[in-house]
């Protein structure tokens, strides 16, 4: 309804594997190669993505591989080969910061990033990577990739003219969600806060089409296609000076996004945390990244560079969570 079908499915979803397909102890942990924290998060994070990792492990994109120089998915598939396959109990990432440049152009060598906006430039790389070599490709099979069919979704954002009532729908696509978390206490009512309608006036009035003026309208953006794992921020940063807001924000081991889609109606759509991202340090603009993941085992592990110790879920439930990630 109002999306246009892609001409073409460039991963069949049939073919992605919600379970892990072997059972193991953890992998390895990552060696700090300089202030690399908030890449090592990451890479653990989507290593202990099952889906992702099954696909990795199967080797499936480097067969079939033919790009010449930078390609984030063989980067990737080397990754999590190494950490997942290999007896060391310490692995350094050197090509993923070997091509940081590559992967976004803020990032560099021996200086600090943030862990969020790695995370972004990673996936928007891998999904780079499976698009090159498909040329003219439109829209919307570009959200057909394997990377689309395990991270992405649909946000429907309606806007609704206060005047004459006349309703406007719109879809776009994400791979992760940023939910303000200044007034929320929790991860659900961040997420019923992201769903509530808002009302666009003053400097953001649209215009309407059947009114013809600028009016006074209500916009509410719900999710309207779930993804296979749900990925979100928890935003941190109170401004641009890098005050951070600090406080303990609950979430769930098991969450339903059934109450913030468009159609509420319906089975609940539940989702198990196995990863999430914490920052530690007093403001946005220094500080330290690790990570909690739950390996194939069934087992949590907190993974902080090089070390990688068990854990239980109470201790994961009790985090300054900054990115969380939930499975179907």
Same mark, same amino acid.
């Given at each position: 309804e109002?999306?246009?079908?892609?001409q073409?499915?460039?991963?069949?979803?049939?073919?992605?594997?919600? #379970?892990?397909?072997?059972?193991?102890?953890?992998?390895?942990?990552?060696?700090?190669? *300089?202030?690399?924290?908030?890449i090592?998060?990451?890479?653990?994070?989507?290593?202990?993505?099952?889906?992702?990792?099954?696909y990795l492990?199967?080797? %499936? &994109?480097?067969?079939?591989?033919?790009?010449? *120089?930078?390609?984030m998915?063989?980067?990737?598939?080397? &990754?999590?080969?190494?950490?997942?396959?290999?007896?060391?109990?310490?692995?350094?990432?050197?090509? $993923?910061?070997?091509?940081?440049? /590559?992967?976004g152009?803020?990032?560099?060598?021996?200086?600090?990033? %943030?862990?969020?906006?790695?995370?972004?430039?990673?996936?928007?790389?891998?999904?780079?990577?499976?698009?090159?070599?498909?040329?003219?490709? #439109?829209?919307?099979?570009?959200?057909?990739?394997?990377i689309?069919q395990?991270?992405?979704? /649909?946000?429907?954002?309606? $806007?609704?003219?206060?005047r004459?009532q006349?309703?406007? %729908?719109?879809?776009?696509?994400?791979?992760?969600?940023?939910?303000?978390?200044?007034?929320?206490?929790?991860?659900?009512?961040?997420?019923?806060?992201? $769903?509530?309608?808002k009302?666009?006036?003053?400097?953001?009035?649209l215009?309407?089409?059947?009114?013809?003026?600028?009016?006074?309208?209500?916009?509410?953006?719900?999710?309207?296609?779930?993804?296979?794992? /749900?990925?979100v921020?928890? =935003?941190?940063?109170?401004?641009?000076?890098?005050?951070?807001?600090?406080?303990?924000?609950?979430?769930? =081991?098991?969450?339903?996004?059934?109450?913030?889609?468009s159609?509420?109606?319906?089975?609940?759509?539940?989702?198990?945390?196995?990863?999430? $991202?914490? &920052?530690?340090?007093?403001?946005?603009?220094? *500080?330290?990244?690790?990570?909690?993941?739950k390996?194939?085992?069934?087992?949590?592990?907190?993974? #902080? %560079?090089?070390?990688?110790d068990?854990?239980?879920?109470h201790?994961?439930?009790?985090?300054?969570?900054?990115?969380? /990630?939930?499975?179907?």
């Amino acid at each position: 309804e109002g999306m246009a079908l892609p001409q073409r499915i460039l991963f069949p979803p049939e073919e992605i594997c919600m #379970d892990w397909q072997q059972r193991q102890r953890p992998g390895a942990g990552l060696c700090n190669l *300089g202030s690399t924290c908030y890449i090592n998060v990451i890479l653990q994070c989507l290593t202990y993505t099952p889906p992702l990792a099954n696909y990795l492990l199967s080797r %499936d &994109h480097s067969q079939l591989c033919h790009r010449q *120089g930078f390609c984030m998915m063989c980067i990737m598939e080397a &990754h999590v080969r190494k950490v997942l396959r290999s007896s060391a109990n310490v692995i350094w990432p050197r090509a $993923v910061v070997r091509d940081l440049k /590559f992967i976004g152009e803020e990032f560099e060598p021996d200086m600090a990033g %943030d862990a969020y906006e790695f995370l972004r430039c990673a996936l928007e790389a891998m999904q780079r990577a499976c698009l090159s070599g498909s040329s003219d490709v #439109d829209i919307s099979s570009q959200t057909t990739t394997i990377i689309h069919q395990i991270f992405g979704g /649909f946000l429907k954002s309606r $806007v609704t003219c206060l005047r004459c009532q006349a309703v406007s %729908d719109s879809y776009k696509a994400f791979l992760h969600v940023l939910l303000d978390i200044k007034a929320p206490s929790s991860l659900t009512k961040a997420l019923e806060n992201f $769903v509530t309608p808002k009302n666009l006036d003053g400097k953001y009035c649209l215009k309407c089409s059947k009114c013809e003026k600028k009016v006074t309208a209500s916009k509410r953006v719900t999710v309207h296609h779930v993804p296979k794992v /749900f990925t979100v921020c928890l =935003e941190r940063a109170a401004d641009h000076t890098g005050r951070k807001i600090s406080k303990i924000v609950e979430y769930p =081991e098991y969450l339903d996004l059934r109450p913030y889609m468009s159609d509420t109606a319906g089975e609940p759509l539940l989702y198990s945390l196995y990863a999430l $991202v914490v &920052h530690s340090g007093d403001t946005c603009l220094d *500080g330290h990244f690790f990570c909690y993941t739950k390996a194939s085992n069934g087992q949590w592990y907190k993974m #902080d %560079d090089e070390s990688v110790d068990n854990c239980g879920i109470h201790a994961v439930l009790r985090q300054q969570a900054y990115l969380l /990630f939930y499975a179907r």
